[in-house]
């Protein structure tokens, strides 16, 4: 449109193309303002509290046995629901977005429900399912199995609170690129397997990383659910946003800060593995990117 | 290898895809499955694919039942309306991919892959690509990539639905003098689908048409010109006028038109229908019987022939084709009066009740 008339009255400066200097700098100040004051700020905040006594009290801080024990148990609730999640995830935008059945719709709202509820009435849910007094509880505790106040409570809530994640940058991939090249797979012989691995699954490879980093943010993040599930046991069922609130509210201002950027350090290390894999992926196919984001758009 | 389907019945939920289909294609056929959209072809090309289960019916190919066999044993070959090519995977490993998905024991070599597919690419004309990916190809050598992938698992029989829907006019009639090239080089038994009779009549051998999940005429696209079974397939095949009236006592009476209809001597009337195409009506400036005065309403040049729009006494339009020799002796205007004259009218009667 506007080549076209600049070509038709060419002495005429080009003004519509873009937008005056003042609303393009000015938007971008905003912009840049608002990322200034409500990230980077409270980021540098937190490092500049947890080195606030020196790098000393930092590593000591961050070393201590039960600081230690949350990282891992962090690690470890990740480490099960983010893979649980992302078989999850590609089981459901299968079965949603490839076949017809009744309950396809209920099945989409409720992959919804953790982002409905709050956080606190998940953990609550599970503490009621498997407390002393709940309905699975009792048999629980005659399996020798606990689970409220303990490792799998903590997996559990990180588990329902990351879920949908996954399934939902899958599920508008999936239905973008439809049945077609698994029905062509088929004809041409492949078996289930060999379709979903060959044709299936490096169509759906970006949604699956945006999703696993998303849902692997929130499990390492996670406080309402975890909260009411773990029982605050120190070294025994603290994750690390608990074992900062606990320290906070013991006015161990440092090493609560000390342990907060651990927690940042893990965000950063999960976007340089984000990066990383979308080169390598990049780099062997190329050429999927953009057709996928037109599909998406179709 | 030859198909044959049996009685095949199809419903989407309250919509009957297929209602009773059976034909068969012979070894070496190439068959057009002709209809308007909705009329079941697909389904019917999917079935016998075996992407789609029938609710009854068999397909047996080569006197086996088709539906017992893994597709990798029926040896079908599919080309999707879309292409459905692999759009993660070059040209070359889409090619390639029937031969890889082989289990080891049945998978050829690499150098073995290389070959067939190098040939295969060359006979689609496109051994230049190899590397390319399917977002940087056109339409026509999308469909074309996708016809090499079929043929590359060395199908007994080929399905194609809606080869050339989507390509334009230019690239179709290219696709469709090549297609039938390579079937005549190849001689693969094939079956497509197509709305477009043009292709269907220019491409087959064998046309079979269809109208709500049923067959309405299988024969040679000859028959289906100059013998149409129904009114369905008379209408569908081209333009037609039609002039309603009834039948008795061995007479159609079409409005002004009467004729001879020795297939209904008795003396209860029945409702007919007696169909023209516009080629077959002649124009002249004297009433000699056998046809009806018109107003001419319309003349259009349209390359070889002359289109004309008649109105009859009712105001409804008749269409006329001439050619320009015939137009050059008439030479009618707007607005004038002419007599028209069928050469050939073809009768249905109406079934009792319809």
Known sequence: MSVHSTDRRPSQPVRHLSEPPVVRWGLTAVALAFLALFLLLPLVTVFLEAFGHGVRAYLAAVAEPEALAALRLTLLAAAIAVPANLVFGVCAG???????????????????????????????????????????????????????????????ATIFVSFPFVAREIIPVMEAAGTQEEEAARVLGAGGFQTFFRVTLPNIKWGLLYGGILSNARAMGEFGAVSVVSGKIRGLTNTLPLHVEILYNEYAFQAAFAVASLLTFLALVTLVVKTVVERRLGVASEETRPEAAVAGTG | MSIEVKGLRKRFGGFQALDDVSFSVGQGEL??????????????????????????????????????????????????????????????????????????????????IRRKVNELLGLVQLDYLGSRYPSQLSGGQRQRVALARALAVEPKVLLLDEPFGALDARVRQELRRWLRRLHAEIHLTSVFVTHDQEEALELANRVVVMNEGRIEQDGTPDDVVEHPATPFVLNFLGQVNIFHGRVQDGTAWLGPLALEYPEHPH?????????????????????????????????????????????????????????????????????????VKPRRVRVFMQEPGG
Not at chain 2, 267 to 278: H, I, N, Q, V
């Open chain 2, 31 to 112: 068959l057009a499955l002709l209809g308007p959209s909705g009329s079941g072809k697909t389904t019917l090309l999917r079935i016998i694919a075996g992407l789609e289960h029938a609710d009854a019916g068999t397909v047996l190919f080569d006197g086996h039942d088709a539906a017992a066999r893994h597709p990798r044993e029926r040896g079908v070959g599919f080309v999707f309306q879309h292409y459905a090519l692999f759009r993660h995977m070059t040209v070359f490993e889409n090619v390639a991919f029937g031969l890889r998905v082989r289990p080891r024991a049945e998978r050829p070599v690499e150098s073995e």
């Open chain 1, 94 to 156: 299968w079965a949603i977005t490839k076949f017809e059945f009744p309950g396809r719709n209920v099945l989409t709202t409720l992959i919804d429900l953790p982002f409905a509820v709050s956080p606190v009435i998940a953990g609550m849910v599970f503490v009621l399912l498997f407390g002393r007094q709940g309905f699975l509880g009792p048999w629980a505790a005659e399996h020798g199995v606990r689970i409220v106040f303990a490792v799998p409570g903590i997996v559990l």
């Open chain 2, 267 to 339: 003396t209860e009337a029945r409702t007919a229908a007696g169909y023209s195409r516009p080629h077959e009506l002649d124009i002249s400036r004297s009433d000699d019987g056998g046809g009806l005065w018109g107003t001419v309403s319309d003349v259009r040049m349209a390359g070889a022939v002359v289109k004309f729009e008649l109105l009859d006494d009712q105001r409804s339009p008749i269409q006329v084709e001439l050619g320009r020799e015939q137009y050059a002796q008439i030479r009618a205007i707007i607005g004038e009066s002419v007599y």
